[in-house]
């Protein structure tokens, strides 16, 4: 092999995209970094100028005294929906189409600025007619929908703090987000279509409420998407029959900047999700300003983020950050196999879609699918509209990461590899399109104002060539703000004695001696990344041992997946014999059905193994990482004299 063949391949940014670029080569790069390290507050306080419309202007910029609940911008007020609704109508886009909304089945409705601020006026007076006032808690269990996204708007706009729940979670995990909130409302629909199935979502409702302490839901409002039957109940009111009589304007409640958007729950490192609580003003300033510059976005560009509004991805990059922007954009009901693993290519050339930001996952399984069936391939559409290419969720390996950029990207369109987390509210570390160098496989340097590094367990910075724990030094504009109604977990998880007052991702990561780029190596805590889907370990153990008439105890681990990324295996004690053969697969079975009703099927467990007890210490502790490479099929190098029962190992590394 010739040394070239070792050298990283670097993609410089194209001359016709660094051309006009927001941020324009390296040098304007460095010099907004430059200009955030000289003075960190100055630098965040002319964006949130240039970037938000304030009612009542910020004189203060960050206040840490009660640190780390830091407040950004804290004496402005604002009104978020006023910002990506209202701007755009007033300075002459009203007749823009916002949304480009194409179905599962393949219809196509386009809607304005001035149609989707009428849209969310009529909700948002609906809202207050059921009496919901600022800070009261509405959770959103809807389908992709133009509906949804008003939704979201329709409870800024009152100043009610939304709690999204992706539409695949289940019945009980719906309940738990629901209880914790408080929420006084649920906006939800009769079903939801993906893939040509009508999937229940009022139904689930009804379930999460009749499992008991929904008590402060006074209201479940219901979108008729496809007319489904229904159960009905005194506290349903149908939605088009409330928003039809309401008129088209409605007052913005102004909030403070600190005011909670919204909270967004997710997977931790113990059995309960978080509720992971964000702001309006810096919120909003971080997702409009990592939009365009993220994204290089112009006015004529047509933006498609594939993600739901379920996962803080779709928050940002699709019901604020865009619009924000008065950009138009693609909202997509359906899912990219549907009516064929060609879906997306299509929807890309029959839209002109100019950016495209997708998961690694969803590209590993349509090159998959393309290569069994052909005809499913990027090369028969023309996506030659595309400019640029997006990446979020996971770490993309190098070969997807090539095949994007050469099959969907035609070679000529740079990938922005966005590294954040639904606690950062927007991008932290990403390429700018115009600006960095790409290697496949690192999400490069941080955003301009981030203060991202690696250190070791006692806050040391880690020489560039090694690896360590990802923090950010200094708060930042969107950050989390806390737990929702735990405080005390949030200051623990992210904000670790040890650590010297940053902030812990809860990811390991690199940085390359020559660039001192950064590259994800993984989670360092017991969550999960399954096709981008965040998991905790033991909120997997949880359900499994609810089981209570089969499971006598539990541990989750994962194994690296060439399609999901990670994959979930878990094994599993019964309280009757192990079981072997046919009656094995039959109990994984009922084990895995049992998880996706208590969380969700993306939580269900590729494999399962039975064992008549699980690998412990002479003091009782589970050991991991002895799962966790009889999970990978490895051969045991590990040190096992501290193991009860090594008898166990061989036990495990059978498959059923
Ligand atoms: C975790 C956050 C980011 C919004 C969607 C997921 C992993 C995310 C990347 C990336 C490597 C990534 C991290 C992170 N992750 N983006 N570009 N490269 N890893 O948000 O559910 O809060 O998950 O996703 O492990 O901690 P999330």
């Given at each position: 092999m010739s040394s070239a063949?070792?050298?990283?391949?670097?993609?410089?940014?194209?001359?016709?995209?660094?051309?006009?670029?927001?941020?324009?080569?390296?040098?304007?790069?460095?010099?907004?970094?430059?200009?955030?390290?000289?003075?960190?507050?100055?630098?965040?306080?002319?964006?949130?100028?240039?970037?938000v419309v304030w009612k009542k202007p910020f004189t203060k910029v960050l206040n840490a005294s009660d640190a780390p609940f830091y407040k950004w911008f804290e004496d402005g007020t604002l009104n978020v929906s006023y910002n990506c609704l209202d701007r755009n109508v007033?300075?002459?886009?009203?007749?823009?189409?916002?949304?480009?909304?194409?179905?599962?089945?393949?219809?196509?409705?386009?809607?304005?600025?001035?149609?989707l601020l009428e849209k969310t006026?009529?909700?948002?007076?609906?809202?207050?007619?059921?009496?919901?006032?600022?800070?009261?808690r509405v959770v959103i269990y809807m389908p992709m929908s133009v509906e949804g996204v008003v939704a979201m708007q329709a409870c800024a706009r009152i100043g009610?703090?939304?709690?999204?729940?992706?539409?695949?979670?289940?019945?009980?995990?719906?309940?738990?987000?629901?209880?914790?909130?408080?929420?006084?409302?649920v906006i939800t629909a009769d079903e939801q279509m993906r893939g040509g199935k009508q999937l229940p979502l009022k139904a689930i409702?009804?379930?999460?409420?009749?499992?008991?302490?929904?008590d402060s839901v006074r209201h479940v409002v219901v979108y008729r998407r496809t007319g489904g039957q229904i159960a009905w109940t005194s506290r349903d009111r149908w939605l088009h029959e409330l928003v039809d009589k309401q008129p088209s304007t409605c007052e913005p409640e102004w909030v403070e900047a600190e005011h909670p958007l919204f909270l967004l729950y997710t997977s931790g490192s113990t059995g309960?999700?978080?509720?992971?609580?964000?702001?309006?003003?810096?919120?909003l300033l971080h997702a409009t300003l990592t939009t365009k510059w993220t994204f290089d976005l112009k006015p004529d560009d047509v933006f498609w983020c594939t993600a739901d509004i379920g996962w803080v991805t779709g928050h940002t990059y699709i019901t604020y950050g865009p619009l924000a922007n008065g950009a138009t954009e693609i909202v997509f009901e359906g899912v990219p196999t549907y009516p064929d693993a060609g879906r997306f290519w299509k929807m890309i050339q029959q839209h002109k879609a100019t950016i495209f930001y997708t998961a690694p996952t969803a590209i590993r399984s349509l090159i998959k699918a393309a290569e069994a069936n052909p005809s499913t391939h990027p090369r028969h559409y023309d996506l030659g509209s595309l400019r640029i290419l997006g990446s979020v969720g996971e770490p993309i390996n190098p070969a997807a990461w090539e095949w994007y950029h050469e099959h969907v990207g035609g070679g000529r369109c740079p990938i922005v590899d966005t590294w954040w987390q639904t606690e950062t509210g927007g991008h932290m570390i990403t390429p700018l399109p115009g600006a960095t160098p790409l290697v496949p496989g690192s999400c490069t340097l941080p955003f301009p104002g981030i203060m991202a590094a690696i250190v070791d367990e006692t806050g040391q910075d880690v020489p560039n060539g090694h690896g360590g724990i990802l923090v950010i030094k200094k708060p930042w504009p969107s950050m989390i703000r806390t737990i929702w109604g735990d405080p005390e977990r949030f200051k623990k998880s992210y904000y670790p004695a040890e650590l010297k007052g940053y902030y812990l991702a809860g990811d390991g990561a690199s940085r390359d001696a020559e660039r001192g780029y950064f590259t994800i190596t993984g989670r360092i805590d017991d969550v999960l990344n399954v096709s981008g889907h965040r998991m905790g370990t033991m909120e997997i153990e949880s359900a499994l041992v609810s089981h209570t008439e089969l499971v006598a105890e539990a541990a989750v681990v994962g194994r690296p997946d060439e399609t999901t990324g990670e994959a979930i295996v878990a094994f599993v004690v019964l309280k009757r014999p192990r079981p072997t053969g046919?009656?094995?697969?039959?109990?994984?079975?009922?084990?895995?059905?049992?998880?996706?009703?208590?969380?969700?099927?993306?939580?269900?467990?590729?494999?399962?193994?039975?064992?008549?007890?699980?690998?412990?210490t002479r003091s009782?502790?589970?050991?991991?990482?002895?799962?966790?490479?009889?999970?990978?099929?490895?051969a045991i190098t590990q040190d096992t004299s501290t193991l009860e029962n090594p008898a166990i190992l061989e036990q495990l590394a059978q498959t059923n």
């Open positions: 063949e070792h050298t990283t391949k670097v993609y410089p940014p194209p001359a016709s995209i660094v051309q006009g670029a927001h941020v324009s080569g390296m040098e304007a790069y460095r010099k907004l970094c430059a200009e955030a390290e000289a003075d960190y507050e100055g630098y965040w306080a002319r964006l949130a100028r240039e970037f007033e300075e002459g886009r009203g007749d823009k189409v916002a949304i480009i909304f194409e179905a599962d089945d393949g219809q196509v409705t386009r809607v304005t600025y001035r149609e006026c009529r909700m948002a007076n609906g809202l207050r007619e059921l009496g919901v006032k600022k800070g009261d009610a703090t939304h709690s999204v729940v992706f539409g695949g979670f289940s019945a009980q995990s719906l309940r738990d987000r629901i209880e914790d909130a408080g929420a006084v409302m409702v009804d379930e999460a409420i009749g499992l008991g302490g929904c309960k999700p978080k509720g992971v609580q964000h702001s309006s003003g810096g919120y046919e009656e094995a697969k039959q109990i994984a079975n009922e084990l895995r059905n049992w998880v996706a009703k208590e969380i969700g099927p993306i939580a269900k467990p590729k494999d399962i193994r039975f064992g008549d007890n699980l690998p412990k009782g502790k589970i050991m991991r990482r002895l799962l966790r490479s009889i999970a990978k099929g490895e």
